[in-house]
């Protein structure tokens, strides 16, 4: 419990509960207000309207792992970017799980894709960081390594990015990039993967970041 000026405290259950109702609030509240096609970056659809009132309100800021997975699964999958990339941009971190690399350390088309869909976002929302997550080496280059290079040749600037190189699998990718998301005090995640992957992928970064924050995904075309 902490203690705030004027004798009021909160608990750690009541602080996550607050976050929650305050994000949905953000997210009600600024499509009122005026976020139209014009200005706005998001694809404000009902699909991610409904995916970003669940990311907070629906189960899944819980530190509760039955209430993530139910959370999670009444989310609907899309190629769509998130609410909370428009919301608070530079708070938001965008995160692309890596995949196997060929031999000699090049990129299968499932990554390319995912790098794709990550571009997509890193274009849109210049202020937002981006994380390369994914160890596993392959003639010395890690996925992480290889997605960075791969990111600055199409025009991303080096210093938003950063590589995630000891991951060697999902749950390894959620632990290792919530300690450098804590590390630098971030306000939301975007996980970006594959179609057959991004569920299993926010379970895990729901359950590592335990409520701390709101995680959406993106799918990407493949």
Not at 64 to 75: F, M, R, S, V
Not at 114 to 130: K, V, W
Not at 156 to 165: M, S
Not at 190 to 214: C, M, Q, T, Y
């Amino acid at each position: 419990m902490k203690d705030r000026p004027g004798g009021y405290s909160m608990t750690a259950g009541s602080c996550s509960t607050f976050r929650r109702a305050a994000f949905a609030s953000l997210i009600t509240g600024g499509l009122t207000l005026g976020h139209s096609t014009a200005v706005a970056h998001a694809d404000i659809t009902p699909i991610t309207l409904g995916n970003g009132i669940i990311s907070t309100v629906g189960g899944c800021l819980f530190p509760d792992l039955p209430a993530i997975i139910w959370c999670t699964q009444q989310e609907v999958l899309t190629q769509h970017a998130p609410l909370m990339l428009d919301l608070n941009p530079v708070g938001t971190a965008i995160v692309v799980l890596g995949a196997g690399l060929y031999d000699d350390g090049t990129i299968r088309p499932v990554l390319r894709e995912r790098l794709d869909a990550a571009l997509t976002l890193a274009q849109r929302y210049p202020s937002s960081q981006i994380i390369t997550s994914g160890g596993v080496p392959r003639s010395g280059i890690t996925e992480a390594r290889a997605m960075s290079t791969w990111l600055i040749a199409n025009d991303i600037a080096p210093w938003r990015i950063t590589e995630e190189n000891a991951s060697r699998s999902t749950v390894e990718n959620a632990r290792n990039t919530a300690a450098i998301l804590a590390e630098r005090g971030a306000q939301g995640v975007v996980i970006v993967s594959s179609p057959n992957h991004v569920e299993r992928a926010l379970i895990d970064f729901r359950k590592a970041i335990s409520g701390r924050f709101p995680v959406s995904g993106v799918v990407s075309a493949g």
